[in-house]
């Protein structure tokens, strides 16, 4: 099982930032590549996802306009980042960082197209 890797998580007021990061071994670089989220007793949700060249992006309503997917390529990593502005208080999630097979460059937005899972960072924003 390949291993992504999620830092950045932590506890923020509403109207603050965070970045999130997700680091993958290189051979991920032709890989679509995926931010979802789960708050306690709701089920897995997608936030937002980015085809292997970092070209098309995908969003969740209740994000778009909020947060910001980008990558970087590397030879030996890749890094996936989720810059996160005007958090709310229904924000306040595990967030997990998500990798698509190397033969699905695409973005995708349903968790059953992920083949790699993280193992999750908390998000919490206070009111």
């Known amino acids: 099982q390949a291993q992504l890797e999620e830092s950045g998580g932590g506890l923020v007021q509403a109207g603050d930032s965070l970045r999130l990061t997700c680091e993958a071994p290189g051979t991920f670089g032709t890989s679509g590549m995926g931010w979802f989220r789960q708050a306690p007793g709701k089920e897995r949700e997608f936030v937002a996802s980015i085809s292997w060249s970092g070209v098309s992006t995908e969003y969740a309503d209740s994000v778009r306009d909020r947060f910001t997917i980008s990558r970087h390529n590397a030879l030996n990593i890749v890094t996936l980042y989720l810059q996160m502005n005007s958090l709310k208080p229904e924000d306040t999630s595990v967030y997990y960082c998500?990798?698509?097979?190397?033969?699905?460059?695409?973005?995708?937005?349903?968790?059953?197209?992920?083949?790699?899972w993280g193992q999750g960072t908390q998000v919490t924003v206070s009111s």
């Open positions: 998500a990798a698509r097979d190397s033969k699905r460059p695409t973005a995708a937005t349903r968790d059953s197209e992920y083949d790699y």
